[in-house]
């Protein structure tokens, strides 16, 4: 991996009003804190029962594509160090103003898909270690109805304040290793299960599986990408952010491999399957002290920390792309006295439930993955194409066959080698479907009134 230099003059640094007040620590327990969360704490159990006991495989897997596809990222965000992200590198390769709207929403739904199904996870196991007087579904809806609430007051997002909630996330990860490793060294649990696949015989269903599991398992990664619509408030941010991006994929591709590990160690990957609390399952079947409840209780912190990240994200977006006149101008609608979007937050959260109430945790899991599969394939190839617009700073600079390697598995990945079920393309088509119809309604009002909609 290089560092290109057209010429030796400096990155920007003071070139945007935000204050850059995050240093490469705080960014990297950002990254860190951005990508754990719902992915590893309720899908565990799907991804087992698509591939079988050979678990960390599709998290092997996934840690790949992520890496392939955060160079891409890292050299983006030092090229153009600006808080806009995917939607931005379209624009900018493409020129297409319809294609980097649809990157733009894409990225939007799938923080909505993501938020549902960390609303699902919530409703589920985890929560049935308090009650199970309350149905699911609507545990659920109450749940994203509470984050809408919250947006619309107004929540601090100071990066101290996430990572505390990154210690809290890694806190019961670090639990399941102990546990894990208390079993290894006690002679316990079933390495057997280890090579265990749930396909039948070899070749092509044994592949389908392990793609499918591999996409679905992805939704766990996903989360790096949102830290470079940080790079405004970065120091240095063309220095920070490949540090920051490679060690928070790598640290939490670490954890998850080996938490699938001590997964399939000491539960059978069926009961995994059925449990939308899977890790709750492991710390039962490991013989410790640990009082369930109390993990129960850190779960449950874990995706609403998500949910909330994803659907502040999803409305500001909107907010954002509403400012633009990319939708329409009543989207970007503020309270008086909170000054928070909303339209946005009414607009996503009833989006949200709207999810919430047609899926569970693992369409929905796959949902998100698939988005953003999606998305990234776009960035990989940006990438190749803005080669040919060198800047004037120095910045990282990934090896073609990183953003060659990251699209061709990308797509792979989003397509439907990886088996997953018809519902996810239909979820995702109505998501889509949506915004092209408030593009063009914005169009038609924007004509009607006399507007440039070029």
Not at 68 to 86: H, I, N
Not at 92 to 105: G, M, R
Not at 278 to 288: F, R
Request: glycine share 10%.
């Amino acid at each position: 991996m290089t560092t290109e230099t057209p010429q030796a003059s400096e990155a920007p640094g003071g070139d945007s009003p935000l204050k850059r007040a995050i240093g490469p620590k705080l960014l990297i327990l950002f990254v860190i804190g951005d990508i754990l969360g719902t992915g590893i704490y309720a899908t565990t159990g799907k991804v087992a029962g698509k591939v079988g006991g050979a678990l960390w495989l599709p998290f092997v897997i996934g840690f790949v594509v992520a890496i392939l596809t955060a160079a891409s990222y890292v050299e983006l965000v030092g090229k153009y160090p600006k808080a806009a992200g995917a939607a931005l590198y379209t624009q900018k390769a493409f020129k297409v103003p319809f294609l980097t709207f649809i990157i733009a929403f894409m990225v939007m739904c799938s923080g909505l898909s993501s938020a549902s199904a960390a609303a699902r996870a919530f409703s589920g196991d985890y929560f049935l270690e308090f009650t199970d007087a309350i149905p699911a579904t609507l545990i659920a809806i109450l749940f994203i109805l509470a984050l809408a609430a919250l947006n619309l007051r107004g929540v601090s997002e100071s990066v101290k304040t996430n990572v505390v909630l990154t210690i809290v996330e890694l806190t019961g990860l670090m639990v399941i290793l102990a546990i894990g490793a208390s079993a290894v060294l006690s002679g316990e649990g079933d390495a057997s299960r280890l090579t265990e696949f749930q396909a039948t015989g070899t070749g092509y269903a044994l592949i389908t599986s392990v793609l499918g599991a591999t996409a679905l398992g992805f939704f766990a990664f996903v989360g790096f990408e949102d830290s470079v619509n940080m790079a405004e408030e970065t120091k240095d941010p063309v220095r920070t952010f490949p540090k920051a991006i490679f060690i928070g994929v790598g640290v939490t591709g670490t954890i998850y491999v080996l938490v699938a590990l001590a997964s399939s160690l000491l539960v059978d990957y069926k009961t995994l399957e059925k449990s939308s609390g899977p890790l709750l399952e492991v710390v039962k079947a490991g013989g410790q002290d640990f009082p369930p409840k109390l993990f129960a209780l850190i779960a449950l912190f874990a995706v609403t920390n998500s949910a909330l990240i994803n659907i502040m994200m999803a409305s500001r977006l909107c907010y954002g792309m509403a400012n633009e006149r990319i939708l329409p101008r009543a989207m970007a609608r503020v309270l008086p006295k909170r000054r928070t979007p909303v339209v946005g937050i009414v607009f996503v959260s009833a989006l949200a439930i709207g999810l919430v109430s047609t899926g569970e945790i693992e369409g929905l899991g796959d949902t998100t993955a698939f988005l953003l599969l999606c998305v990234f394939a776009v960035v990989n190839v940006a990438v190749l194409v803005l080669r040919k617009d060198p800047v004037e700073h120095s910045h990282f600079r990934a090896p073609t066959v990183l953003p060659v390697l990251g699209a061709i598995t990308s797509l792979i990945l989003a397509s439907p080698l990886a088996d997953r079920d018809a519902e996810v393309y239909i979820r995702a088509g109505v998501l889509v479907a949506i915004g092209i119809g408030l593009w063009a309604l914005n169009k038609l009002v924007m004509k009607a009134g006399g507007e440039d909609t070029a």
